[in-house]
């Protein structure tokens, strides 16, 4: 971000349009002035020039302006980039340029169940690799049992735990039909338990297609309340999971050292074994 002192030493762009309006304004009236200097050619051409100057310094000025506006967007760390999956387009264009990845978050395919066309760019993101170096993945997810436990807060209906909750049903049946393969007539009456399976299976057929970039995962019996994704330890995008009916999972970018630094350890206390 521009300093205090820089930017009052920069001329506002107003004062100079103000002086290049007031030089055109002399200029109009040379005609109607009596004195013979004014109507000197050289003076005249003078003026015109200092005009001419003028406006272009103004627009530089302008330019300038822009430019540190700019410059002090960009400088800010940290910035919101919206609510979940609204930010997984972000996500998966960082993933595509980054080398080196560390990702903590709760399903090995993330979103497959409310977006599963970002879920399957993702995917593809994952397991691209770009230049002479492969992409390395560290991952950290949620183990089966805990995901047994998990899914059922998202789907589940509060008077019949065991059946799928109306919003969800459509979501559910969707990813029954499209991952599981079920008859659509099957995947429409499916049960919480048929759906928490069909899921944990794709979670493990989504690992095995990783494998070339996916390296040593690792799968806790864990909540996380924090998820996140590192990228080359230089940006990351983190999110606060919601598990409540109608929240909802926001996401934020940063650029801030020490933030990611303390994203990375958290995940590394996560998955040092407890005693």
Same mark, same amino acid.
């Given at each position: 971000?521009?300093?205090?002192?820089? &930017?009052?030493?920069?001329?506002?762009?107003?004062?100079?349009? $103000?002086?290049?309006? +007031? @030089?055109? %304004?002399?200029?109009? =009236?040379?005609?109607?002035?009596?004195?013979?200097?004014?109507?000197?050619?050289?003076?005249?051409?003078?003026?015109?020039?200092?005009?001419?100057?003028?406006?272009?310094?103004?627009?530089?000025?302008?330019?300038?302006?822009?430019?540190?506006?700019e410059r002090a967007t960009q400088s800010i760390s940290?910035?919101?980039?919206?609510?979940?999956?609204?930010?997984?387009?972000?996500?998966?264009?960082?993933?595509? &340029?980054?080398?080196?990845?560390?990702?903590?978050?709760?399903? $090995?395919?993330?979103? +497959? @169940?409310? %977006?599963?066309?970002? =879920?399957?760019?993702?995917?593809?993101?994952?397991?691209?690799?770009?230049?002479?170096?492969?992409?390395?993945?560290?991952?950290?997810?949620?183990?089966?049992?805990?995901?047994?436990?998990?899914?059922?807060?998202?789907?589940?209906?509060?008077?019949?735990?065991?059946?799928?909750?109306?919003?969800?049903?459509?979501?559910?049946?969707?990813?029954?039909?499209?991952?599981?393969?079920?008859?659509?007539?099957?995947?429409?009456?499916?049960?919480?338990?048929?759906?928490?399976?069909?899921?944990?299976?794709?979670?493990? %057929?989504?690992?095995?297609?990783?494998?070339?970039?996916?390296?040593?995962?690792?799968?806790?019996?864990d909540e996380f309340s924090v998820y996140y994704w590192?990228?080359?330890?230089?940006?990351?995008?983190?999110?606060?999971?919601?598990?409540?009916?109608?929240?909802?999972?926001?996401?934020?970018?940063?650029?801030?050292?020490?933030?990611?630094?303390?994203?990375?350890?958290l995940g590394q206390r996560l998955r040092t074994p407890?005693?």
């Amino acid at each position: 971000m521009p300093s205090r002192s820089t &930017r009052h030493n920069l001329p506002s762009a107003r004062t100079i349009v $103000v002086l290049v309006v +007031a @030089l055109f %304004a002399v200029m109009a =009236a040379m005609p109607f002035l009596g004195a013979d200097w004014i109507r000197d050619d050289r003076v005249r051409a003078w003026v015109e020039v200092a005009g001419f100057v003028l406006g272009v310094l103004g627009f530089a000025i302008a330019l300038m302006h822009v430019r540190h506006l700019e410059r002090a967007t960009q400088s800010i760390s940290t910035r919101f980039l919206g609510p979940f999956p609204r930010f997984l387009p972000q996500l998966v264009r960082l993933l595509l &340029r980054a080398q080196d990845v560390e990702i903590l978050c709760d399903y $090995v395919a993330y979103g +497959a @169940l409310v %977006a599963p066309k970002q =879920a399957r760019e993702y995917e593809a993101a994952l397991k691209n690799s770009t230049g002479a170096r492969k992409k390395n993945v560290r991952l950290t997810v949620m183990n089966d049992e805990r995901l047994r436990t998990y899914t059922p807060k998202f789907v589940a209906d509060e008077k019949q735990p065991r059946e799928v909750r109306p919003e969800r049903r459509l979501d559910v049946s969707n990813f029954l039909q499209s991952v599981a393969g079920m008859p659509r007539d099957d995947a429409a009456h499916a049960n919480v338990a048929t759906f928490i399976e069909a899921r944990i299976a794709n979670e493990h %057929a989504t690992l095995a297609r990783l494998k070339e970039t996916v390296h040593d995962p690792q799968a806790l019996d864990d909540e996380f309340s924090v998820y996140y994704w590192i990228f080359d330890q230089e940006r990351a995008i983190f999110s606060f999971p919601a598990l409540s009916r109608d929240a909802i999972e926001y996401g934020f970018e940063t650029s801030d050292q020490a933030l990611i630094a303390a994203l990375s350890d958290l995940g590394q206390r996560l998955r040092t074994p407890r005693p």
